[in-house]
């Protein structure tokens, strides 16, 4: 077989090759098994060097731990500072987080205490902030009240604390918290703490104010006076209803029961002042019902037109409160029961008044139940409502001392017409018992001519300021068409007993028929006529010197000499004609100076 060279060739480079190969292959398994043992301690120590670094790290991290919960211990316990609120929230959040997950139980109380001493320097904070708005001067007394109970700095600040505060671990919300029943506890008594404080500072703001209304309920008007006490009443409302929309932002423990048993503790004193207050109101008023009947009237249909908002306040209270106490509600009671003896007697003393005079007229003046009637009238429809409730209550007539309900009266409806009718009743009862006790106190003088002056003064006044130009433009509404009626019959049976008694027996003695038949008869009788008459005319003159008739009213006084000059001139006149030849000059001289 014939091989080239070029093959030959090949073939030796390819044996030199696999030579040199197989000699590398045993150097390297040579070399394989010389370094294996110091690759093998090597890995050993590398993995020794690792677990080293991971030591050592770790190390470090518990090391950082615990510095870090040292700097969290110390900023825990130094207290949260106003500008610095932030950190310290972040503080307490880092410390809640840590104690789930904490192996220790040595670790988890520890933490657990930290957060406590946090939750007790956050409410400290609290506590501070409300009581330094909750101190300080009070309103003057009659300023001007303004609701400004927390400065807008103060309150953003605590709305932002509260919101952190309602975010605290409690029993409720985390069961398995070791600190979390303590600050439930803590958070309790903050809450109790800001319902005292709110409630003190706003009873001692309303103090002055209450107090300065029963001082001046004996320097000003009735109305007026109860009044005020009713706007007063009404300020305690709006600060009640204020501080419920505080307590409810205001709360660290937000649920109902609990704002509800704060809300009780922060209304306790204020509604202990009111109380107060109304008592002293009371007493002042029992101590001369005549005069301070208005004020009970006034101040009583104040609070009543705020009475449901009152019951709507109060009904925010816990349920440890009983459910029949309602002390605003007392106190409208007590002030409806002198509002009901007021109207009984009053008539008593317009009663009363027709025997104060001990059986004579010392003077034709207008009687003091008369000016008593009129002031009484024109004030009463100031608190017409205050009336009306309260006459609706004691019931038709029984402000009658037992005497019922009058014959003839009109029945009333169901329904709101009711206390308009009873008014109606009321009034009429009152202008009939003062005009019969002019009356009576008319018909107990032995002279009829000052008594008829008396009659005719009195029941003239009655007649103008209830009638002809009422005292208050809503009287005329509440007149009902009967005691019009007998205004008007008394005040002419007045006028007619006033003419009968001064200016009739004038006209009698012109009048009288002579009976002597001769004309010197004729004449002495003329003559002794005129002289009985100028002698009753001067009477009448002195009579009216002392005893002045509508003293206080010339249009009327006015109407009055027109009718007397009507009956006693046209008399005169017939008489003088009728008798000319005798003393017609002197006659006419008479005349002219009675109409001048």
């Given at each position: 077989m014939?091989?080239?060279?070029k093959?030959?060739?090949?073939?030796?480079?390819?044996?030199?090759n696999?030579?040199?190969?197989?000699?590398?292959d045993?150097?390297?398994?040579?070399l394989?098994?010389s370094?294996?043992?110091?690759?093998?301690s090597?890995q050993?120590?590398?993995?020794?060097a690792s677990?080293?670094?991971?030591?050592?790290?770790?190390m470090?991290?518990?090391?950082?731990?615990?510095?870090?919960?040292?700097?969290?211990?110390?900023?825990i316990?130094?207290?949260p500072?106003?500008?610095?609120?932030?950190?310290?929230?972040?503080?307490?959040e880092?410390l809640?987080?840590?104690?789930?997950?904490?192996?220790?139980?040595q670790?988890t109380?520890?933490t657990?205490?930290?957060v406590?001493?946090?939750a007790?320097k956050?409410?400290?904070?609290?506590t501070?902030?409300?009581?330094?708005?909750?101190s300080?001067?009070?309103?003057?007394?009659?300023?001007?009240?303004?609701?400004?109970?927390?400065?807008?700095?103060?309150l953003?600040?605590?709305?932002?604390?509260?919101a952190f505060?309602?975010?605290l671990?409690?029993?409720?919300?985390?069961?398995?918290?070791?600190?979390a029943?303590?600050?439930?506890?803590?958070?309790?008594?903050?809450?109790?703490?800001?319902?005292d404080?709110r409630?003190?500072?706003?009873?001692?703001?309303l103090?002055?104010q209450?107090?300065?209304?029963i001082d001046?309920a004996?320097?000003?008007?009735?109305?007026?006076?109860?009044?005020?006490?009713?706007?007063?009443?009404e300020?305690?409302l709006?600060?009640?209803?204020d501080?419920?929309?505080?307590l409810?932002?205001?709360?660290?423990i937000?649920?109902a029961s609990?704002?509800?048993?704060?809300?009780n503790t922060?209304?306790?004193p204020?509604?202990?002042?009111?109380?107060?207050i109304?008592i002293?109101?009371?007493?002042?008023?029992?101590?001369?019902?005549?005069?301070?009947?208005?004020?009970?009237?006034a101040?009583?249909?104040?609070?009543?037109?705020?009475?449901?908002?009152?019951?709507?306040?109060?009904?925010?209270?816990?349920s440890?409160?009983?459910?029949?106490?309602?002390e605003v509600?007392?106190?409208?009671?007590?002030l409806?029961?002198?509002?009901?003896?007021?109207?009984?007697e009053?008539l008593?003393?317009?009663?009363?008044g027709?025997?104060?005079?001990?059986g004579?007229?010392?003077?034709?003046?207008l009687?003091?139940?008369?000016?008593?009637?009129i002031?009484?009238?024109?004030?009463?429809?100031?608190?017409q409502?205050?009336?009306?409730?309260?006459?609706l209550?004691?019931?038709?007539?029984?402000?009658?001392?037992?005497?019922?309900?009058?014959?003839?009266?009109?029945?009333?409806?169901?329904g709101?017409?009711?206390?308009?009718?009873?008014?109606e009743h009321?009034?009429?009862?009152?202008?009939?018992?003062?005009?019969?006790?002019?009356?009576t106190?008319?018909?107990?003088?032995?002279?009829?001519?000052?008594?008829?002056i008396?009659?005719l003064?009195?029941?003239?006044?009655?007649?103008?300021?209830?009638?002809?130009?009422?005292v208050?433009?809503?009287?005329?509404?509440?007149?009902?068409?009967?005691a019009?009626?007998?205004?008007?019959?008394?005040f002419?049976?007045?006028?007619t007993?006033y003419?009968d008694?001064?200016?009739?027996?004038?006209v009698?003695?012109?009048?009288?028929?002579?009976?002597?038949?001769?004309?010197?008869?004729?004449?002495?009788?003329?003559?002794?006529?005129?002289?009985?008459?100028?002698?009753?005319l001067e009477?009448?003159?002195?009579?009216h010197?002392?005893a002045?008739?509508?003293?206080d009213d010339?249009e009327?006084?006015?109407?009055?000499?027109?009718?007397?000059?009507?009956?006693?001139?046209?008399?005169?006149?017939k008489?003088s004609?009728?008798?000319?030849e005798?003393k017609?000059?002197?006659?006419?001289s008479?005349?002219?100076?009675?109409?001048?």
């Open positions: 014939f091989v080239s060279r093959d030959s060739k090949c073939f030796c480079t390819y044996l030199t696999q030579a040199i190969l197989d000699s590398f045993t150097r390297l398994a040579k394989e098994k370094i294996l043992p110091l690759y093998t090597t050993i120590l590398n993995r020794r677990n080293i670094d991971r030591t050592l790290q770790k470090d991290q518990v090391t950082s731990s615990v510095e870090s919960m040292e700097e969290e211990e110390a900023l316990l130094r207290g500072q106003t500008a610095q609120l932030d950190k310290y929230w972040a503080a307490v880092r809640n987080a840590t104690i789930a997950f904490k192996s220790s139980d670790d109380a520890q657990a205490r930290l406590e001493t946090g007790k956050l409410t400290q904070l609290y501070k902030l409300v009581a330094e708005v909750s300080g001067s009070t309103p003057a007394p009659g300023a001007e009240w303004s609701m400004a109970p927390f400065p807008s700095n103060v953003a600040t605590l709305r932002q604390l509260v505060l309602r975010t671990p409690l029993p409720s919300t985390h069961p398995s918290h070791p600190a029943q303590t600050i439930l506890t803590t958070l309790q008594d903050a809450q109790r703490g800001y319902a404080m409630g003190v500072w706003a009873q001692k703001c103090e002055s209450g107090k300065r209304c001046r004996d320097t000003i008007e009735p109305v007026p006076a109860g009044k005020e006490f009713g706007k007063w009443v300020l305690v709006v600060v009640c209803s501080e419920y929309q505080l409810s932002q205001l709360t660290p937000a649920s609990m704002l509800a048993s704060s809300f922060l209304l306790s204020i509604l202990k002042l009111f109380t107060t109304l002293s109101l009371v007493n002042l008023i029992k101590k001369s019902l005549p005069k301070y009947s208005f004020l009970a009237l101040a009583y249909e104040c609070m009543l037109s705020i009475q449901s908002q009152w019951d709507d306040i109060l009904s925010r209270r816990s440890e409160t009983r459910k029949d106490v309602n509600k007392d106190g409208l009671n007590t409806r029961a002198v509002c009901l003896r007021s109207f009984p009053f008593v003393d317009l009663k009363l027709a025997m104060s005079k001990g004579e007229l010392v003077n034709t003046g009687a003091d139940f008369v000016r008593s009637t002031r009484y009238m024109e004030k009463l429809p100031q608190v409502a205050a009336v009306g409730s309260a006459l209550t004691l019931g038709d007539g029984n402000w009658k001392m037992g005497e019922g309900v009058q014959v003839g009266k009109v029945t009333t409806k169901s709101e017409n009711d206390e308009t009718v009873l008014l009321f009034v009429y009862d009152v202008v009939v018992t003062s005009v019969n006790s002019v009356n106190l008319s018909r107990t003088s032995k002279r009829p001519a000052i008594a008829s008396f009659l003064n009195n029941i003239s006044y009655l007649h103008h300021h209830l009638l002809v130009d009422p208050h433009p809503a009287l005329s509404s509440l007149l009902p068409q009967s019009k009626d007998h205004l008007n019959i008394n002419r049976a007045a006028k007993a003419f008694s001064n200016f009739s027996p004038l009698q003695i012109l009048t009288d028929e002579t009976k002597e038949k001769s004309t010197l008869l004729k004449s002495s009788a003329t003559k002794e006529k005129l002289t009985r008459f100028f002698d009753s009477e009448v003159m002195e009579r010197k002392f002045k008739v509508m003293e010339e009327a006084r006015g109407l009055i000499g027109e009718e007397v000059v009507k009956l006693v001139i046209p008399s005169l006149q008489f004609q009728k008798h000319r005798n017609s000059m002197h006659l006419f008479l005349i002219f100076v009675w109409t001048s």
